[in-house]
């Protein structure tokens, strides 16, 4: 026999209700997320004395960079999570410093391209060195990542430092110092543009085309490489590109987030939306938004606390995360949770009907009073607030009532829902009598698991499998649906 | 060494840091190791940047530079970031990796954003000097610090030297520990809470970014050395010592420079030299072992091609020509040139007209033709166990019962196939 046959054709879930779920949580969170940024900063930027004109133009134009810079990282950090490649990022983004300390010794500016092509060529060089020692000296992978990042970082610390700090402030390359970099204005054609926008919107820019061109490909890499391999498509390439990426965004980001903490808006966002949806469209729009919302936030809180933005960021993403640990609506430890004790209560309470149910059917009433003095049944299963709330959820869909002697009574529906129950009990033991060499014995406790799983449709395609049997093997009627 | 002396005259203080860092290097590098061969490398950069906040929070309260209390905060913050790691990994779908970043660096953020609070609170931020943390600097270390450094240093390497057949075991085969009932968790933890000790005892002179490589960098270069445990972290503390006191004397040099990246150079530069030239798996090594093998097997296919066409050419074939060989193999004239100047030297073949064996090839010739010949016979006669036999084994004996060895030797004499020794000239 097939399982098709009892299983019939892929059921898919209500499609509406769940297409309009993102969409509409998404929206909710920036809208919450929006004014509750905008009430802080309302309040953080109200003069201190009467009189003085308030300065929006400084936070929103920090805001505005601190959001193009983690929403570029975000889009990327999706990639390396689902690669399992953050460490990779990590790596690379400690090792893109000695890039930006040449690019900067050779061309004395930090907006020049030098600085982007010595990051890049340092971040490519991580990959391969990573991979390289790794093969080349059979290190185990982490390890030659470890050597090959720290040695690269420690590299670029001592350019850094050897730099005069007039030009070149360590503490702004390892730490980011976003708020004065925005007040740093650049003329472009007549327009005063703050220079971390001159870098950070061409690289969210180039970020979006990249993920757009390359979408299937990315896709099919980062959730199957062998599958994409196999197909022909040359994964080395989309890996090499990604990391090139990764490199770019990571020095266009430096002087906002700093090179120690690129890592955290590169990560944090990515791995809490991954906690959210499980479409990477729509894993990449949470990660933005994320990142998005742990900019403002962030920004808010490094000038309530007169702290480090760049680290208050990382927090602010880190404490989003924790959230959807406990509280994301799939697979949060709460939600999971809830999702458990709710199927315990559901469980609790069909046990209750179905025995109930079989007691009318042998009309073994007497003896149930005799041991337990109640008509109660003797064993709600589960803790006391199961027991409890199953308790209530008969009551409440009306499926029991309180006979004379204060015991339990089936009432018209409970004796359906009991019915039901019970009929995919006894189709469970009879389908597995028939198709599995299993002892009697072991039928039961087989069914009396399986038997709240059963949708009616299965019941009938167990029922057509069957042909019309009307016993089950314990010689027990099998109810009409 | 005179410079070095001038040095020791001029600065006391320098001297107590230098046996403090050496110290620590060889405690790192021991148990660096073992988290190497552990698959656990990356476990030191977690905690150490976890370790950050801790560190921020110990000096909040006590509101002095006190290292003691500053390392238990740093210790007590960094076991919590790695008891959340593992706690995602055990309870949420978060992968090891994405568990790693995220605690990493939102712990790192909040002790960089407690870092910043403490430089702005007036009076004791700026003499907190709790920057040098993050890179680290010898030079403020004071004779006090330097004892509590020599002290878990210790501590650490009696704790190793106690459980060093436990260390043994589980870093080699965890599996087979535990079908032993060994207490692998057990000795996990008590490896992990070494980790965090050295990693905190690293803190104040390499700092909190580069630690890990302290750890990491000696026993991953100690590798490429040798194969022995025992061996190995010698060679692994060695490598440390050398990290912790070739980087302490540099950095007092450039005073400065923070004394963390120095001494990760230093150990880059020790990897790098162990990567080509450790004897063992150095690159070097490991190409000249395929060059020395690639050598041998083409020796061998000579030997045995001559043998084949002397055997296949009756008695009075004395020699064979360079273009019969060259007809059964895929080698080029010049190939073929440098074997057979190869094997002369060695004695094994004499070029004139032909090319003919000397009686010690043609010893070798007959050994490797007679194995060969069984293999084959085997392979013909018994080709479904082709599969659970060690093809790349020399010896047919080494993989089958020695009577089916015998039944196909009787096989191959009886067909007259069977080489003897002074058959051929």
């Known amino acids: ?481 | 060494m005179d410079g070095l002396l001038q040095l020791a005259r001029e600065n006391y203080n320098l001297l107590v840091v230098l046996a403090g860092t050496s110290l620590l290097g060889i405690g790192a590098g021991i148990i660096g190791a073992f988290a190497v061969l552990r698959k656990r490398a990356l476990t030191g950069d977690a905690l150490s940047h976890a370790a950050l906040p801790g560190l921020c929070i110990a000096f909040l309260i006590l509101r002095e530079r006190n290292l003691v209390a500053l390392l238990l905060g740093a210790l007590a913050s960094g076991v919590i970031g790695i008891a959340i790691i593992s706690a995602l990994g055990r309870w949420t779908r978060v992968r090891g990796d994405a568990a790693i970043g995220t605690v990493l660096t939102v712990f790192f953020g909040l002790g960089v954003v407690l870092l910043k609070i403490i430089q702005n609170l007036p009076g004791v931020g700026s003499r907190a000097g709790l920057n040098s943390y993050i890179f680290g600097k010898t030079a403020g270390m004071t004779q006090a610090d330097v004892y509590v450094i020599l002290a878990a240093a210790a501590a650490c390497l009696a704790l190793i030297a106690l459980f060093y057949k436990e260390f043994q075991l589980v870093s080699f085969d965890a599996e087979f520990a535990q079908a032993l009932g060994w207490p692998v968790y057990g000795v996990d933890l008590l490896l992990m809470s070494l980790v965090a000790a050295a990693v905190v005892i690293g803190l104040p002179s390499v700092g909190v970014i580069l630690v890990s490589a302290l750890l990491i960098m000696p026993g991953a270069a100690a590798r490429f050395w040798t194969d022995r445990l025992g061996t190995l972290l010698l060679v692994a503390g060695g490598f440390g010592f050398a990290m912790g006191f070739t980087g302490t004397l540099l950095s007092a040099r450039f005073a400065n420079l923070p004394t963390g990246p120095i001494i990760v150079l230093t150990g880059t530069a020790i990897f790098g030299a162990s990567l080509l030239f450790g004897w063992r798996r150095g690159a070097i090594a490991r190409l000249a072992e395929h060059l020395r093998f690639q050598r041998q097997w083409h020796q061998r296919q000579l030997l045995q091609t001559m043998y084949d066409l002397l055997d296949a050419g009756g008695a009075r074939k004395t020699g064979v020509r360079a273009s019969e060989l060259l007809a059964r193999r895929g080698w080029t004239p010049a190939q073929l040139d440098r074997l057979l100047n190869r094997a002369a030297a060695d004695n094994l073949v004499v070029q004139g007209e032909s090319i003919a064996l000397t009686p010690e090839g043609a010893q070798q010739a007959v050994e490797i033709a007679r194995r060969q010949r069984l293999w084959e016979k085997f392979l013909t006669e018994y080709p479904d166990q082709a599969g659970s036999v060690n093809l790349a084994g020399g010896l047919l004996a080494d993989s089958v019962p020695s009577d089916t060895v015998a039944e196909l030797t009787s096989q191959l004499v009886a067909e007259g196939r069977w080489p003897r020794e002074g058959a051929t000239p």
């Open chain 1, 1 to 481: 026999m097939s399982t098709a046959a009892i299983t019939g054709p892929v059921r898919s879930a209500p499609a509406g209700s769940a297409a309009l779920t993102q969409p509409l949580a998404l929206a909710a969170y920036l809208v919450v997320c929006g004014l509750a940024g905008w009430a802080a900063l309302e309040h953080l930027t109200r003069p201190a004395t009467a009189g003085q004109v308030r300065d929006w133009g400084t936070p929103l134009v920090t805001i505005a960079a601190a959001i193009l810079c983690n929403a570029s990282c975000a889009i990327l950090g999706c990639y390396l999570v689902l690669r399992r490649m953050s460490l990779l990022g990590d790596a690379i983004s400690h090792a893109v410093l000695p890039g930006i300390a040449l690019g900067f010794l050779y061309s004395g500016s930090l907006t020049s391209p030098w600085i982007f092509i010595g990051a890049l060529a340092l971040g490519m060089l991580t990959s391969v060195l990573a991979q390289g020692v790794s093969s080349l000296g059979r290190v185990a992978e982490d390890a030659s990542l470890g050597i090959v990042f720290t040695s690269l970082f420690a590299l670029g610390v001592i350019l850094i430092n050897l730099v005069p700090s007039a030009d070149l402030d360590p503490d702004c390359v390892l730490y980011g110092d976003i708020v004065n970099a925005s007040l740093d204005l650049h003329s472009v054609g007549g327009w005063s543009i703050s220079r971390p926008l001159l870098m950070l919107v061409p690289a969210l820019l180039a970020t979006v085309l990249f993920v757009a061109v390359l979408w299937k490909e990315l896709k099919i890499v980062s959730f199957d490489p062998a599958l994409a391999a196999a197909m022909g498509f040359n994964v080395w390439l989309v890996h090499y590109l990604l990391m090139g990426m990764v490199s770019v965004v990571t020095v266009a980001s430096f002087e906002s987030v700093g090179s120690v903490l690129v890592v955290a808006v590169l990560i944090v966002p990515a791995a809490t939306a991954a906690l959210i949806t499980e479409r990477l469209g729509w894993m990449i729009a949470w990660a933005v938004a994320i990142g998005a919302t742990s900019a403002v936030f962030g920004y808010i809180a490094a000038m309530w606390l007169s702290t480090s933005v760049a680290g208050a960021t990382a927090v602010v993403a880190g404490l989003q995360f924790t959230a959807a640990v406990f509280a994301s609506p799939k697979q949060g430890l709460v939600s999971r949770w809830l999702r458990n004790q709710a199927l315990a209560v559901r469980i609790a309470a069909e046990d209750v009907v179905g025995r109930l149910y079989r007691q009318e059917e042998t009309g073994d009433r007497g003896q149930a009073t005799a041991a337990s003095g109640r008509r109660e049944p003797p064993d709600i299963s589960g803790r006391w607030w199961i027991a409890w709330l199953a308790n209530w959820r008969l009551f409440q869909r009306g499926w029991v009532e309180r006979d004379r002697a204060d015991g339990l009574r089936l009432t018209a529906a409970g004796r359906d829902a009991a019915r039901r129950l019970v009929r995919a009990h006894r189709l469970w033991e009879s389908y597995l009598d028939t198709h599995f060499d299993l002892p009697r014995d072991h039928l039961h406790d087989a069914a009396e698991r399986t038997e709240h799983y059963l949708d009616p449709q299965l019941q009938d395609d167990l029922a057509a499998e069957l042909a019309g049997r009307a016993v089950d093997p314990h010689g027990k009627e099998i109810p009409a649906p």
